[in-house]
T-cell receptor, first 111, second 110 residues
Framework: KQEVTQIPAALSVPEGENLVLNCSFTDSAIYNLQWFRQDPGKGLTSLLLIQSSQREQTSGRLNASLDKSSGRSTLYIAASQPGDSATYLC??????????FGKGTRLHILP | EPEVTQTPSHQVTQMGQEVILRCVPI?????FYWYRQILGQKVEFLVS????????KSEIFDDQFSVERPDGSNFTLKIRSTKLEDSAMYFC????????FGQGTRLTVV
């Protein structure tokens, strides 16, 4: 059974710092991995999708990496801004086709 | 970018009433999902739908819940006899080569 773990559960950093969010998954037989952003009380916004054949994807100040063999992904945020404050969720497809989410990392960027 | 649309954005209902949450998935997608997120908790899988039938459902998705694709575009989640603990954000998703989620319906049962 696929399980997704995200560390840390919460993180506060001063504005301008670079930071890394971690995601691990127990079943490496995935065909992609997605990172989502969720603002309080709001929906899920897809940030990056990494296919299993890729090692990383970049979008602006965001860079996501994927190491299938070790069951890990990281989301790197460069030059953090207060507007980056949100919960970041990692999600992978399960063998049975459903999408499985981690509990997320609550990020707070201090102005 | 394509969008999954959910209506209403917020629904308040009395305990015991039935609610229908509506979703318009992305038109050329074949897989559809409902998820829920109780306040402060994880996003939980409820049900997946493929080829006009349920492909998988979680233990949460009991007889109180049903899904339907009444026409070629809408995908609905019906919750019968709502309970206080059904209060949550409900997300619809559709998938082609990647999953797209709607903005959610916040259901409040009072």
């Amino acid at each position: 059974k696929q399980e997704v773990t995200q560390i840390p559960a919460a993180l506060s950093v001063p504005e301008g710092e670079n930071l890394v969010l971690n995601c691990s998954f127990t079943d490496s037989a995935i065909y992609n991995l997605q990172w989502f952003r969720q603002d309080p009380g709001k929906g899920l916004t897809s940030l990056l999708l990494i296919q299993s054949s890729q090692r990383e994807q970049t979008s602006g100040r965001l860079n996501a990496s994927l190491d299938k063999s070790s069951g890990r992904s990281t989301l790197y945020i460069a030059a953090s801004q207060p507007g980056d404050s949100a919960t970041y969720l990692c999600a992978v497809p399960g063998r049975d086709d459903k999408i499985i989410f981690g509990k997320g990392t609550r990020l707070h960027i201090l102005p | 970018e394509p969008e999954v649309t959910q209506t209403p954005s917020h629904q308040v209902t009395q305990m015991g009433q039935e609610v229908i949450l509506r979703c318009v998935p992305i038109s050329n997608h074949l897989y559809f999902y409902w998820y829920r997120q109780i306040l402060g908790q994880k996003v939980e899988f409820l049900v997946s739908f493929y080829n006009n039938e349920i492909s998988e459902k979680s233990e949460i998705f009991d007889d109180q819940f049903s899904v339907e694709r009444p026409d070629g575009s809408n995908f609905t989640l019906k919750i019968r006899s709502t309970k206080l603990e059904d209060s949550a954000m409900y997300f619809c998703a559709s998938r082609g080569n990647r999953a797209f989620f709607g903005q959610g319906t916040r259901l409040t049962v009072v």
